[in-house]
């Protein structure tokens, strides 16, 4: 069964519904003792990255999924903030991230840019991606495929293999990692309409051939 944590930091009954669509069986989250039985974990976030990992370190979270993802091979996801969780630390704010993808989280500064006029933080909207593989969580995507953001920071990986997909606002940014059986991505699936099914439909494959 898929667990999505449920932690007070993301848009988890969305998310949930989404994995309905499709026919997948998930269930909301919200002690670590209920990831038993889990096929795989799902980590959404909205709101401040410090805020985040206090939540997760108060409710007993952090060493379960750190059992979980690196002993037992569960397979991970992290959506928007939480991707951002995944790397080592965040311009944000000053608590260590879970570390688990080498990298930091810088925010969007376009002062000196001759884009600073015309784009605004945080990046709000529908943009495209461009994955580096068309197979797994990307498998049918198309050129023009596009998928909603909000975010005012981005991921700066210091391993470039960590990158699965990139887009551009202003400039290029990382959109999507993946190490082993952990995936984030920036942009929030659950809010990208037929792009998002596609996503979780894959996202439900990769957990069933696992």
Request: charged share 20%; proline share 3%; with cysteine.
């Amino acid at each position: 069964m898929i667990k999505i944590l449920d932690y007070g930091m993301g848009n988890t009954a969305s998310i949930l519904n989404m994995i309905k669509k499709i026919n997948g069986i998930a269930e909301l989250c919200s002690k670590p003792d209920q990831l038993n039985n889990a096929t795989a974990i799902i980590l959404p976030g909205v709101g401040s990255f410090d805020n985040a990992m206090t939540k997760l370190k108060k409710l007993y979270f952090i060493e379960e999924l750190h059992r979980k993802v690196f002993l037992e091979k569960i397979p991970f996801l992290g959506v928007c903030l939480g991707m951002q969780l995944l790397l080592e630390k965040s311009e944000e704010g000053k608590l260590p991230g879970l570390g688990w993808i080498k990298g930091s989280n810088k925010r969007f500064n376009f002062s000196k840019s001759k884009f600073s006029n015309d784009l605004k933080v945080p990046n709000m909207g529908w943009r495209t991606i461009k994955p580096n593989s068309y197979e797994n969580l990307f498998l049918g995507v198309e050129d023009e495929a596009r998928f909603y953001f909000v975010h005012s920071y981005f991921a700066d990986c210091i391993n470039h293999s960590d990158v699965l997909a990139t887009s551009i606002y202003g400039h290029e940014f990382t959109c999507a990692i993946k190490r082993d059986n952990i995936w984030g991505v920036q942009f929030h699936p659950e809010k990208s309409h037929l792009f998002g099914i596609n996503f979780f439909k894959n996202f439900f494959n990769i957990i069933k051939n696992d």
